[in-house]
């Protein structure tokens, strides 16, 4: 008699799930799991990066998992635009013209603006008083300034109009030279002083609440939960106005009244990388590409996350590796059950379940991202499960020396003696006979 | 009556979900557009929200980029009267939810075929170790870089190297301005002076190009409306006799030479004209004209 439907499902369930759980609870699973664990902790004592000239390791190297969510799974299509900022290009203006069009930008009645441009030393004489005065008559100007770190400590680098820019806050964001950039820390140490980064500063100028919330969460580094870009194409997420908008009355009074004002230097040429910044949006995530985002629209998409109170958590490290040891787990007592009863099919089995692994648990990490805001570290459970099936080998031949010397009782032990035959046709006895 | 409910309010939630307005916001702007509510025409500004039944008036190389519902922008660049009910088809945002568009990805990825230069040479030929020097299908003579102008009908002609149909001639105010204060498409090859008067003023300076449509072409000519009191002054100083004496159709013949050196095309004709008419039997005067006539495509 033929078996309904869904008992043929059920059965076939039932079936693969014993395979996956055949072996979970032996010991020689358990100790396999945490001989890849102990492997992996010793590679990481190496001293050595042994990747230097491995180019897919180097390549690799900033790569995220997440950045699919943004580059090739579209992640911000739906977004809405902040309407709370706008950048302002002051393009390659000279002192005097900015000190124009901070006036003009003054003039639609701005509830802050922050000035995302650094002047180092004297210029000319009568366009650096011009750009004096405007700043002086600028009453909700947050400034920009620049950390560096000497052998101690973190200072600030002198700005020729430090003496009528009262607020001020430093741009630097955490990143290597060439590397993305993901993180920023809201306050940095710089003498015996709390230096607020300039986002927190023209944060606490706009909304005191959103500044609060994010003085109490005492983050030293806090992750960027980048929403929002502007290029050439369809995404203008701020509104950008270029100096003659605003001079040839263009633009709507309400466009920037009480509002966030960013003025700075933004080029949406692909080609133009001045101040551009490699960032999760980039629409290449891997190897060589160009950087994507212009320092002005990191700050803005720093600003709008803290307004919104939009943090990123991170899931603590114990996390990732009790989640990798459970994953490992898993995958080792299939692994063995194919490399014991299937041994034929054991090379194929792990590479697919490799291959599915990672697909899956890259997306499980996006969507616990996006859904949950949580960044969950995906990296060991993924290093478990490519390591796992060399361990393997090794922790059968550590095993199989141990039961000849100690007695050592193992599942691999009858697998041992039979090496050379691809399939184990006793493999059922040698299991019964353990357990 | 229990069974009817949950369809009849499944049918209002589609209708009232169908009928949701689309809100757009201007995002940018270049040129005159214009933005008619209520047959109350104003100008667009950046931030101006359009509210549904208004149209959105686009002149010749003027644009706008607007941003429907907050997420999705778009840019109307083609001359045109736009409602916003004809705008809906540019609010539709990606329609694929992170799953899928995750899933898309993976299968695209691992479906690529796999190649090698010496296997697929299509696929990797698209580099070009070159820089592109492109060449205008529009050449514009020398002889028009500058033209001053006071009066009659002078052509801004141009000749093209490909079988086009219609040419885009542009008029700036700058030399490197972007936008162009007038535009308009021929199927000519010239446009006149006299056709532009309505546009240009007098005592001001412009600049024109030319171009296959949809094609650019970065040299642009000078144009300079001279006031009538500017070249009177400028005439008035032509006409102080020479040294040696002169009959009327020698003067005009100078005076013609010396306005065709200056770029005061019409005005050289008129006075080419008469040295022709003065002396008729003057061969040289006759083919000077001709040529000059031939040159500038004059009628």
Known sequence: ?435 | MKKLLFPLGISLFCITARSQENQYVVYSIKGNVNIVVNNVESKAKIGTVITNGSTIKVPQGSFATLICNETRAFSLTKPGNYTTSSLKDSCKVGSGSLSSNYMKYVWNEMTKPKGSPEKNRKNYMSNVGAVSRSINNVWIDPKLDTVNYVSGTIPLSWKAFTEAEEFEFKLFDKEAAETPVHSKLVKKKHVDIKDLLNVIKPGKTYYWSAMVKDEDNEDRKMLKYWTKEDYALYYNQLQAPVGASETDAEKNFRLAFVLEEAHFVGEALNHYLKATQLAPENIFYRSTFMSFKKDYELK
């Open chain 1, 1 to 435: 008699m033929k078996r309904p439907f869904h008992k043929h499902i059920v059965h076939h369930t039932k079936r693969y799930t014993k395979h996956l759980t055949k072996y979970l609870y032996e010991r020689d699973t358990i100790f396999a799991t945490l001989s890849v664990f102990i492997f992996l902790i010793l590679l990481g004592m190496i001293p050595i990066n042994f990747y230097v000239l491995n180019p897919m390791k180097m390549a690799l190297k900033d790569f995220d998992f997440n950045d699919i969510a943004y580059a090739k799974a579209h992640k911000d299509d739906n977004i809405k635009g902040d309407d709370r900022i706008v950048i302002v290009n002051s393009g390659i203006l000279d002192r005097a013209e900015i000190g124009f069009l901070l006036e003009k930008v003054n003039e639609y009645k701005p509830k802050v603006i922050g000035l995302d441009i650094y002047f180092e030393g004297e210029k000319d004489p009568q366009k650096d008083s011009i750009l004096r005065e405007a700043f002086r008559k600028t009453k909700n100007l947050v400034a920009v300034s620049v950390a560096y770190p000497t052998e101690h400590e973190f200072k600030i680098k002198e700005n020729y109009f430090d003496d009528v820019l009262p607020k001020r806050g430093n741009a630097n964001l955490l990143g290597e030279e060439i590397g993305t950039i993901r993180q920023y820390t809201p306050f940095e140490k710089i003498g015996s002083q709390r230096y607020p980064h300039i986002t927190s500063a023209i944060v606490k100028e706009y909304n005191d609440t959103a500044y609060k919330k994010l003085e109490k969460r005492h983050k030293e580094v806090e992750t960027i939960n980048y929403m929002r870009t502007v290029n050439n194409e369809d995404k203008k997420k701020y509104q950008v106005l270029e100096p003659e908008d605003l001079y040839n009355d263009n633009v709507d009074s309400n466009v920037l009244k009480g509002k966030i004002v960013l003025l700075g230097y933004i080029n949406l040429d692909p080609n133009n990388i001045e101040d551009k910044k490699f960032t999760p949006m980039n629409h290449k995530f891997y190897g060589k590409q160009h950087p994507d985002m212009n320092g002005i629209i990191v700050q803005a998409n720093i600003i709008s996350m803290v307004l919104d109170a939009n943090y990123i958590k991170k899931m603590p490290s114990w996390a990732a590796w009790v989640f990798a040891l459970l994953i490992g787990w898993l995958h080792m007592s299939l692994y063995i059950r194919y490399y014991l009863e299937d041994h034929i099919w054991f090379h194929l089995v792990a590479k697919l379940t490799q291959v599915f692994s990672v697909i899956f648990f890259a997306y499980l990490g996006m969507i616990i991202y996006d859904k949950l805001k949580i960044r969950v570290d995906m990296k060991f459970t993924l290093y478990v499960i490519a390591l796992a099936v060399d361990v393997i080998y090794f922790y059968e031949a550590l095993v199989s020396w141990m039961h000849k010397k100690f007695g050592y009782t193992t599942i691999f032990g009858h697998h041992h003696a039979e090496h050379g035959h691809e399939q184990n046709p006793h493999h059922e006895t040698t299991t019964q006979e353990h357990h």
